[in-house]
């Protein structure tokens, strides 16, 4: 019932800076778990960030950790991540995802397989 549209990917030189926003339409995703996931070519797909329904509790890979900030605004049933410092190892396609609650730990937030619902994705290119 929940689609999810990425947008706001691009090319971007190192050190430079993208915000992605996710857009979710079909019901309120303000209740849900939400997530931004990468995959570049040739890697498996791995977890960036996420958040908590209310917003007020974030997790990071430990790649992103500092330079990336998930948040989002449920009014307007959004979700974003604003990229900085960003690098040729950020190059992926970057994808949103959503899980209805309930939510128990950490693991849920930060594997791909506890998200019910994926967007189509968003190109991200860093050049050297």
């Not at 890979?61 to 009014?75: H, L, M, P, Y």
């Not at 970057?94 to 019910?116: E, I």
């Amino acid at each position: 019932q929940v689609q999810l549209v990425e947008s706001g990917g691009g090319l971007v030189q190192a050190g430079g800076s993208l915000r992605l926003s996710c857009a979710a339409s079909g019901r309120t995703v303000s209740h849900y778990a939400m997530g931004w996931f990468r995959q570049a070519p040739g890697k498996e797909r791995e977890f960036v960030a996420a958040i908590t329904s209310s917003g007020g509790i974030t997790y990071y890979a430990d790649s992103v950790k500092g330079r990336f900030t998930i948040s989002r605004e449920n009014a307007k049933n959004m979700v974003y991540l604003q990229m900085n410092s960003l690098t040729p190892e950020d190059t992926a396609v970057y994808y949103c995802a959503g899980r209805p609650p309930p939510v128990y730990s950490s693991t849920y937030y930060t594997s791909g397989a506890g998200y019910n619902y994926w967007g189509q994705g968003t190109q991200v290119t860093v050049s050297s």
